[in-house]
């Protein structure tokens, strides 16, 4: 099992910069991806963003590419996610997960490619 809990979150104006984290705890070492989601009111959870476990490579959606950037952390089994220029349209429960497949491309994009959820962080963009 691997446990993740995210932090960062919170309200901000429009232009504004937040930092999310989420550290990982357990069987950390079968992870080969993680990813943040996000989730608006009455909106299917869609994704943000992905790294794999080494921070090689990262995939974004369309939507936040140029703003936000996604990394490993300085500390040991932690994940940023560092947003900037935020829009009201943001706003929405930020979830990080961890996926153990062995694969990349697309698929990091997809939420069944994960196994492990964090509880989520509210991230507020005010107009």
């Known amino acids: 099992q691997v446990q993740l809990v995210e932090s960062g979150g919170g309200l901000v104006q429009t232009g504004g910069s937040l930092r999310l984290s989420c550290a990982a705890s357990?069987?950390?070492?079968?992870?080969?991806?993680m990813g943040w989601f996000r989730q608006a009111p009455g909106k299917e959870r869609e994704f943000v963003a992905a790294?794999?476990?080494?921070?090689?490579?990262?995939n974004y959606a369309e939507s936040v590419k140029a703003r936000f950037t996604i990394s490993r952390g300085n500390a040991e089994n932690t994940l940023s996610l560092q947003m900037n220029s935020l829009k009201p349209e943001d706003t929405a429960v930020y979830y990080c997960?961890?996926?153990?497949?062995?694969?990349?491309?697309?698929?990091?994009?997809?939420?069944?490619?994960?196994?492990?959820w964090g509880q989520g962080t509210q991230v507020t963009v005010s107009s």
């Open positions: 997960a961890a996926g153990v497949r062995n694969a990349w491309g697309t698929i990091v994009m997809l939420k069944e490619n994960y196994n492990y």
């Open positions: 790294i794999n476990w080494s921070g090689s490579r990262q």
């Open positions: 357990g069987r950390t070492f079968s992870i080969y991806a």
